[in-house]
Every structure is written in structure tokens, then in C-alpha cells.
């Protein structure tokens, strides 16, 4: 029974793994379809009907380039490094509680916390290895920023638990059955995506890649698999996000429409934005981190930290 058992796991993850891979395919073609009618274009269109295709042509490109291999980089820091950052971003899908191969995470929320940290080291070596100054820093950058974004949504994500008492994922479905999170928390949750999107270095917290003056960040010096993999890793980072903050705010991990339905909305959001607003100052983001999240989730959590003290001792004078 446990052999069975370990075979269902194993072909689950398979499954999850395959299935992360085409949506983080189609959330590239949405990304460049959106983009192209804000800015009144058509995008891909010849590759397949609808440039359908796009995303397997690019990736069968990518991955059939020659390798470039510097002469003066740290060559194994250089070559691992975004193999490391997709691995650890695949790996935090795990934490979600599937219902067909008995996998749940009790401690889900402390997972992703250590995860998203260990993916800093990933950003500071990539940059690091290749021994390039523009490539140094936008990793220097990126360490930074990816560092004071994660106090806040820790401290975001806090008010969350506090007011669940659990680090699994699926309770948050339980106790969003009367009211979503999000009326409760609504400049909490603004709060939290916006520090989503410093978390995943997407416009307007870019920085890490700012073209106009790093001519590319930290991957500058990346070619074929490897940059192929490092953006692979950030739209499964941004695919993670979006089903992070709809099962925290807005309603919980229940398996119909509705869910994926908001999850592709929010992925929308991350290329609306990006369509959207122009890039931040550097000081700002730090300022906007430091001197306005900081304080703002701090005063909530105390805030719901006493609501939750008042409704304890109620309910036990009761």
C-alpha cells in the first residue's frame, strides 16, 4: 500500500510540474498579447492560430542556442545558479494542499518564507558569477530589494495567521466561507500585492533588470538555457503569488471556475501594472518599504493581534 501510496506522490507532482510548465508557457503569450493592445499592437500572431504557438517556438529556441561560457565568470556559481532558481521556485508549489496525491503542509506559510529567502542567494550569485558590472549590480540591487520587501510580507502575512491561528493553506478556505479576507484586510491586501510585485523584481519595483541603465540587471550575461530558466522562474514565481493571494484573500483553495478564474486575473494584473505605470525611483522603493509597509502592517498586527485577545476571552466568559 505505501509503494502505491509514494507512486501517487511521485505521479501528482509530475502532473503539477507539467501543468506549471504550460501555464507559465501561456502566461508569457498573455503577457505579450496584453501588453501589445495597451500599447494599440498586435502581439504574437503568426506562430499557430492566434500565436498560439509562440511560447513552445521561444522555448525550443532558447533551449537549442549555443551556450555562451565567459572566460574571466565563476564558472559553476555561474552555470547553477539559475538551475537553482528554478528548482526552489518549482519547489514552493509543493506546499499546495492537492487533493488527488495526499500531500498537505502544516507548516505551508513557514515553507514558502524560507523558500522565497534562499531564492535571494540565487539573485546575489547570478549576479555575482558572471563578473560584470552591471550584472553585479542589479544583483546588489535585487538582494536589497527582494531583503525589505520579504519584512513586509511576512509581517502582512502575520495579520493573516493571527487571525486563523494555522500555517496551512487549506484553513484558509474554512474560515472564508461568510467573508473574504480581503474586506476585512483591504489595505493589508494592497499592501501585499504590491509588495508582490517587488518580491518578483516586476514593473514598477524592477530595478534589479532596469534596461535604461543596467542595459539587463543581473542576468545581462545569460544566454539560451540559462535565461531561458531564470524567466522561467519568474512567472512561476508570479503564477505562485496570484494563487497565494486569492487563497489568503479571497476565498480559499476550492477546486471550480471561480478559483482559476481569479488566479489568471490576478497573473493579468502583474502585466497590467507593468503596462501600465513607469518605473519607481530607487530611494522611493526603499522609502515606500521602510517608512510606509513597515509601519502600516506592524500597526495592523497589533491591531488584530488585540481583536483576537477580545474574542478569546469572550468566548471563554461565555
Known amino acids: 500500500m505505501l509503494n502505491k501510496d509514494m507512486l501517487n506522490i511521485i505521479i501528482g507532482m509530475f502532473i503539477l510540474l507539467l501543468g506549471i510548465l504550460i501555464g507559465v508557457a501561456f502566461l508569457t503569450l498573455m503577457e505579450r498579447k496584453v501588453l501589445g493592445y495597451i500599447q494599440i499592437r498586435k502581439g504574437p500572431n503568426k506562430v499557430g492560430v492566434w500565436g498560439i504557438l509562440q511560447p513552445f517556438s521561444d522555448g525550443i529556441k532558447l533551449f537549442t542556442k549555443e551556450q555562451v561560457y565567459l572566460n574571466y565568470s565563476n564558472y559553476f556559481s555561474y552555470y547553477f545558479s539559475p538551475i537553482m532558481g528554478f528548482m526552489l521556485s518549482l519547489l514552493i508549489w509543493s506546499l499546495m494542499p492537492y ?72 484553513s484558509f478556505l474554512e474560515y472564508q466561507n461568510l467573508i473574504w479576507m480581503i474586506f476585512l484586510m483591504l489595505p493589508l491586501s494592497l499592501c501585499f500585492f504590491s509588495s508582490m510585485l517587488a518580491e518578483t523584481n516586476r514593473t514598477p519595483f524592477d530595478f534589479a ?62 502585466i497590467w501594472v507593468r503596462g501600465t505605470l513607469p518605473r519607481y525611483r530607487y530611494d522611493k522603493l526603499m522609502y515606500l518599504c521602510w517608512k510606509s509597509y513597515l509601519p502600516v502592517s506592524l500597526n495592523y498586527l497589533i491591531f488584530f493581534l488585540g481583536l483576537k485577545m477580545i474574542l478569546f476571552y469572550k468566548i471563554n466568559l461565555v
Open 99 to 170: 487533493m488527488f496525491n495526499m500531500l498537505m503542509f502544516n507548516l505551508g506559510i513557514l515553507f514558502f518564507l524560507c523558500c522565497t529567502s534562499v531564492g535571494v542567494y540565487v539573485l546575489l550569485i547570478a549576479g555575482w558569477s558572471s563578473n560584470s558590472n552591471y550584472s553585479l549590480l542589479g544583483g546588489l540591487r535585487s538582494v536589497a530589494q527582494t531583503i525589505s520587501y520579504e519584512v513586509s510580507l511576512s509581517l502582512i502575512l502575520m495579520s493573516s495567521i493571527i487571525m486563523i491561528m494555522n500555517f496551512n493553506l487549506m
Open 209 to 270: 533588470e532596469g534596461e535604461s541603465e543596467l542595459v539587463s540587471g543581473f542576468n545581462i550575461e545569460y544566454s539560451s538555457g540559462g535565461f531561458a530558466l531564470i524567466f522561467l522562474a519568474e512567472y512561476s514565481s508570479i503564477l505562485f503569488m496570484s494563487l497565494l493571494f486569492v487563497i489568503i484573500y479571497m476565498g480559499g483553495y476550492e477546486l471550480n471556475f471561480m478559483f482559476y478564474f481569479k488566479v489568471v486575473f490576478f497573473s493579468f494584473l502583474f
